[in-house]
Nanobody, 115 residues
């Protein structure tokens, strides 16, 4: 059973940057396409970014393209999300999962962007 623990979220001003981390335990994630998702208040969870198992291929939601960068360190069983030029509309709880989203969800990490 894989366990996902997200961290790095906090309150930040618009235009600021954050780096989120997601560390997995119970399973090696190196063979899986991993992704970040987010859920804003009263909204459905949405896809943010994904990364191939080797880390060579990435894809992003249009809303974050050019501002966010997903990366991974398979030796550390960890996936990262570098978020730059943050906007108030990026405020959400951020989660990682494999791209299918069918592992148990972690608790997420809260990102709040003030205007």
């Amino acid at each position: 059973q894989v366990q996902l623990v997200e961290s790095g979220g906090r309150l930040v001003q618009a235009g600021g940057s954050l780096r989120l981390s997601c560390t997995a335990s119970g399973r090696t994630i190196s063979s899986y396409v991993m992704a970040w998702f987010r859920q804003a208040p009263e909204k459905e969870r949405e896809f943010v970014a994904r990364i191939s198992s080797s880390g060579t291929n990435t894809a992003y939601a249009d809303s974050v393209k050019g501002r966010f960068t997903i990366s991974r360190d398979n030796a550390k069983n960890t996936v990262y999300l570098q978020m730059n030029s943050l906007k108030p509309e990026d405020t959400a709880v951020y989660y990682c999962n494999r791209v299918l989203g069918d592992w148990d969800w972690g608790q997420g990490t809260q990102v709040t962007v003030s205007s």
